[in-house]
Each structure stands twice: as C-alpha cells, then as structure tokens.
C-alpha cells in the first residue's frame, strides 16, 4: 500500500523521539477485545481484536488415524486464510508463505508449551481425535501474529470436546471442556531504525526491518520464537524482550 | 528413552559442546556462478548461487536494489524415515523466507539494483539441523560466486536433551530432545539473523545456549574460510594486480 509506505520517514523520525504515529508508548498494545463462540456450529470459537485488527479463530474435531511415531496422541493442526477481505493486498488462492509462517508460529507456540493435553484425545488404537485451529484473518491493521495467537488460545479455551459413539463424532453433543494445561501468548516486536516497538500497525509494519515473535507461557517459559525480516537481533536485544513478552504475555492472557 | 550416557557423554560419543564431523568444500557445481557442498554430520548440503540476472517475474523488480531468490528444499530420499514428497511443503517454505531474510541482511543487494540473486539450498540427505547447514553452505556458496557481503554468517543448533544444553543437535536429539534453537549469526556483528525456537526454555537457558553457539561458530567460519582459500588457492594473484 503507497499510503502506507509515505508514511516511512515521519514513523522513523518520531521514533528518535521515542514516538509513534498513534501516540502510544513504544511497548504499549492497542486495545484488545475478545468475543467467544462466534460460530456455533464449531467445537470452539472466537474472535480476536487488537486495534484494528481481527481475526476468528474455529476449531473443529474429526477422527483420524495418529501418526505413526505418536499413536497414543491426537493431532492437532493449525491453518490460516489470509482472506481478500482483509487488505487490499491479499488475493484469494492457496496459502502464501505469509500465511504459512503465522500459522505456523502460532502453532510452535502452542504445541511447545503442551497447552493441549494430546493424549486426553486418545479414543482407540488406530483411532484418536484431530483438532483442527482455522485462523481467519478478517481485518489487517498489522500485529496479525499476535492477534491470531489471542484468537487461537480464546478459541481453545471454550472449546467443548465431542461426544464420541461407535467410532463416530455425534455433532452437537459434548463431553465437556478441552482441558489447557498451560496458556500461552505470543508477542511480536518489530525493530524500525534501531527502535523496537511492541504491537506494530500496518503503517509501522511497512518501515520495520525486522521483528521477533516470542511465545511466552503463563508461567514463564519461552515456547517459541521467530525472528523474521532483514534486521539482525543482538542477544541483549534478545534477552530484554524475553521479559517484555512474560510481561505483555500475561497482560493478553488476561483478555481470554 | 535417555539421551545422554552416564557419563554425561552424548549417544554418539560427543561432549555437549562438539560438533559433528563437519567438511566445507567450495566450487563444486560447473555451471552455478558459486556453489558449496556441506556434509556435517549425515548431513549433506548442495548450495548454488545463480545471479545477479533479471528478475522474474518481471514485475517484481525493485529499482533499488537486487531481490534474493531463496530456496530451501529437501529431496524426497533426504530421510532415513519413509520417502518424502518432493517439491516444497509449509515447513520448507517457511525455511525459505527467513534464509531470504539472512541473505537480505549480509548481501550489498543495493550494489546489484533491478536484479535477482538465486540462492538453492538442497538438502541430499538429512540428520537433523538441515536449515542452519544450507544456510552455512549457501553462504559459501554466494562468497564463491563473488557476491561481496557484510560478513560471512554461519548458523548452527542448540537444544536441551535430558535436561541438558548441547551444541548441533542430531535427528535423534532434536525428535527427542526438549527443544530446538536453530540459529544463524552474523559473527563480525554477533546479530542473530535467524533465530527460531521450540520447547520449554528459561531465560537463563537461552542466555547460555545463545553462548554456546557464539563459540561453536568460530569453529565453523574457520572451515568456511578453509573452503574458500582451497578453492582460490591456484589463482594467480599477480594476474590480478
């Protein structure tokens, strides 16, 4: 977008003076609103706002076969569908690797911190229950990865596990709540000119060289990162945001 | 399962802080304008650069600098498990975009504008750490098509492993180890230019795993650097002058 890229240099020289183009602090979020089972129809649902960003996380069950080195577990899989609705930038088609990446973060982070018990999912040999986390990008107003992750634990979080029969999923009847063992939240900072903020917009998404997305558990592990972009990270620069995301981690946690 | 002996060794022998056998061999494709041939551990590595040459598609074409055309990919026989499907899947892909971003960092691309760099990084076979031994290669690889760059970068993995950091993971270690923590610096800079993780780690731990692989790295740009002299050995410098 052109309007954004003119934009560059004023985000860049408020940012020598420690500010941004919306007036919040460098490490400040937008404001976050969370609304719970949006779709009826799926085990689990939410929608995600941070600013001006949405995003709708549906999680949905099927039988499956586990995988051959976890037979014991159930499968979880995230996807993400980077909709035309969103920006004027993105095109209906399969996933670019935008999409994959965001999808893929969200579930590193997820899967690391062991949020969902996968072993609970277990029904018989040769047959476990799948978990499948769509996240559906509604609305881009930048800090997509973050606000997916919100999307994505909110949505876990009052999801009701299906009853299963004669090896089949009766739809609409539950057994009760996905139990999480650990939640989890991931935070992304981006490095403009040297400055790192948390929480970009899409303006200041357009003028940053590089970012680093932590997940960060309630309890104070680092699940998983992702530095993306050009920019190069120092390890100080590493070791301070590993407690600003703990810190901002339970701020977000707060909102599901 | 225990992943480390009694004696604290790991399964293949190593200490916790040793790397694979690792052999860099420089220029070793005839037709690429650079190329390296990684073999670390059982790992083996093709990298190639083709470039700088017009981009395509041509619409993609910056005026201000070159584009860099990374691409990670994994042959289907690259496993000791079952055949692989070829052609890119989410994982490779992903790979894909933040190597582009290493490379986007190192690479004068403003000194090569309106052009494209291609930079293929083909695992032949793979034992764990794959990523960050394409991208050590494919570095290699872009100094011997004479790409001039800010530094040579090299990468390599840290993990814990029954409860322990250790330095280079393997398959094994990394399928059944606690975490994984692929990364690429820049050792002029000490930056991270990559940095992915995965598992349960304190703060403390990345602290000290970021600092093991601080010091696996001299190791590794030494064998870059080894490759490269190897390579250049026979040209005549007074030609040059």
Same mark, same amino acid.
């Given at each position: 977008m052109i309007l954004e890229e003119i934009k560059e240099d004023y985000i860049k020289e408020l940012l020598k003076q420690k500010k941004r183009i919306d007036g919040r602090a460098l490490d400040a979020y937008r404001e976050i609103k969370i609304t719970k089972d949006f779709i009826q129809n799926a085990e689990g649902s939410a929608i995600a706002e941070v600013g001006g960003t949405k995003v709708l996380a549906g999680v949905k069950f099927d039988i499956m076969t586990p995988f051959a080195d976890r037979p014991d577990e159930g499968v979880v899989m995230f996807g993400s569908e980077f909709s035309p609705i969103a920006h004027p930038d993105f095109n209906a088609g399969p996933p670019d690797e935008n999409s994959?990446?965001?999808?893929?973060?969200?579930?590193r982070g997820i899967r690391s911190a062991e949020s969902i018990d996968v072993k609970s999912l277990f029904l018989e040999e040769g047959k476990v229950l799948g978990v499948f986390v769509d996240l559906y990008i509604l609305d881009h107003s930048g800090n997509l990865i973050d606000t997916a992750g919100l999307a994505a634990m909110s949505a876990l979080k009052n999801t009701k596990i299906p009853k299963v029969e004669d090896g089949k999923i009766i739809r609409n009847e539950f057994t009760g709540k996905l139990k999480l063992v650990r939640e989890v939240a991931v935070t992304t900072f981006e490095k403009i000119d040297g400055v790192i903020i948390a929480d970009a917009n899409s303006e200041e998404e357009v003028a940053s060289e590089g970012r680093m997305s932590l997940s960060t558990s309630s309890d104070g592990f680092v699940c998983s990162a992702q530095k993306s972009g050009k920019a190069g990270f120092s390890k100080q620069e590493l070791m301070d945001l590993i407690d600003l995301s703990s810190e901002k981690s339970k701020e977000l946690l707060r909102h599901i | 399962m225990a992943l480390l002996n009694k004696d604290g060794s790991r399964l293949d022998g190593r200490g916790v802080t040793d790397l694979r056998p690792l052999k860099i061999t420089a220029g070793v494709l005839n037709r690429a304008a650079g190329s390296c041939l990684i073999e670390w551990g059982r790992n083996k590595v093709l990298a190639a650069v083709y470039g700088p040459h017009e981009v395509f598609p041509k619409h993609l074409t910056n005026p201000r600098r070159a584009l860099i055309n990374a691409r990670y990919i994994m042959a289907p026989f690259s496993s000791q498990e079952e055949h692989g499907r070829s052609g890119p899947n989410r994982r490779s892909i992903e790979i894909s975009k933040v190597a582009r971003h290493v490379f986007e960092n190192v690479v004068f691309t403003e000194r090569f504008p309106k052009t494209m760099i291609d930079v293929h990084m083909e695992v032949l076979q793979s034992d764990g750490g794959t990523r960050v031994s394409a991208i050590t290669a494919a570095s290699v690889a872009l100094a011997d098509a004479g790409i001039p760059m800010r530094d040579l970068v090299c990468g390599v993995s840290v993990?814990?492993? $029954?409860? %322990? *950091? +250790? +330095?280079? &993971?393997? %398959?094994?270690? $990394?399928?059944?180890? =606690?975490? /994984? +923590?692929?990364?690429?610096i820049s050792p002029r800079t000490k930056e991270l230019l990559l940095?992915? *993780?995965?598992?349960? &780690?304190?703060?403390? =731990? +990345?602290? =000290?795993? &970021? /600092?093991?692989?601080?010091e696996a790295a001299n190791v590794i740009r030494e064998k870059q650097v080894q490759a490269l002299a190897d390579k250049f050995k026979d040209v005549d410098s007074g030609d040059l002058q």
């Open positions: 994959i990446e965001l999808a893929r973060v969200v579930d | 993990g814990r492993v $029954d409860g %322990k *950091l +250790v +330095v280079d &993971l393997d %398959k094994y270690e $990394d399928n059944l180890g =606690e975490s /994984d +923590v692929p990364v690429v940095f992915q *993780l995965d598992g349960l &780690l304190s703060k403390k =731990e +990345v602290s =000290e795993g &970021l /600092d093991m692989i601080f």
